[in-house]
T-cell receptor, first 112, second 113 residues
Framework: GNSVTQMEGPVTLSEEAFLTINCTYT??????LFWYVQYPGEGLQLLLK?????DKGSNKGFEATYRKETTSFHLEKGSVQVSDSAVYFC???????????FGSGTRLLVRP | NAGVMQNPRHLVRRRGQEARLRCSPM?????VYWYRQLPEEGLKFMVY????????ESGMPKERFSAEFPKEGPSILRIQQVVRGDSAAYFC???????????FGNGTRLTVT
């Protein structure tokens, strides 16, 4: 079946460090891929998405590239800020656009 | 412009009691979705509703769980005779139409003692 696997957290970084959060997926066909972010005390927000192979989604300095050959959608940011501290969820959609399949989330803590 | 509003934020119930979780969608949104996040797991789809209609309930447990989205008022997720395994975070989302991005609420954290 369809599934998403994320690296376990928490990930602790110093401000201005480089961030990578790994995400791999299993799906039939050609899913769309997403990263959602949940800041403390808030709901999930769509951070970026990619709908086909080799697409790169980007937003707020974050990037992720849809790699079909490695079935991956790793999240990267060149220089993290304290305000990036949150839980990040990787997700895919295969058929119905509202049936998101989420990974278990990765907590990021950025220290000043 | 208020987002998706869920209440209560935290709910504690004893085994056998009923839990009612409420969700008011964003203004202008008529499509509502409920997801559940069990401890250490990702969010899982439960049900999709439009006003007065259940469109897709393929993720709902067959027993004790029900959902509604009446013509007036919030969407309600109801869990009867709760058990410890129902302890989870329940997220509601809404959208303008079935193919639009989902906007999530802050979730209701249910604890069954």
């Amino acid at each position: 079946g369809n599934s998403v696997t994320q690296m376990e957290g928490p990930v602790t970084l110093s401000e201005e460090a480089f961030l990578t959060i790994n995400c791999t997926y299993t799906a039939t066909g050609y899913p769309s891929l997403f990263w959602y972010v949940q800041y403390p005390g808030e709901g999930l927000q769509l951070l970026l998405k990619a709908t086909k192979a080799d697409d790169k989604g980007s937003n707020k300095g974050f990037e992720a590239t849809y790699r079909k050959e490695t079935t991956s959608f790793h999240l990267e940011k060149g220089s993290v800020q304290v305000s990036d501290s949150a839980v990040y969820f990787c997700a895919l959609v295969r058929d119905s656009s509202y049936k998101l399949i989420f990974g278990s989330g990765t907590r990021l803590l950025v220290r000043p | 412009n208020a987002g998706v509003m869920q209440n209560p934020r935290h709910l504690v119930r004893r085994r056998g009691q009923e839990a009612r979780l409420r969700c008011s969608p964003m203004k202008g949104h008529s499509h509502v979705y409920w997801y559940r996040q069990l401890p250490e797991e990702g969010l899982k789809f439960m049900v999709y509703l439009q006003k007065e209609n259940i469109i897709d309930e393929s993720g709902m447990p067959k027993e004790r769980f029900s959902a509604e989205f009446p013509k007036e008022g919030p969407s309600i997720l109801r869990i009867q005779q709760v058990v410890r395994g129902d302890s989870a975070a329940y997220f509601c989302a809404s959208s303008v139409d079935w193919d639009s991005p989902l906007h999530f609420g802050n979730g209701t954290r249910l604890t069954v003692t």
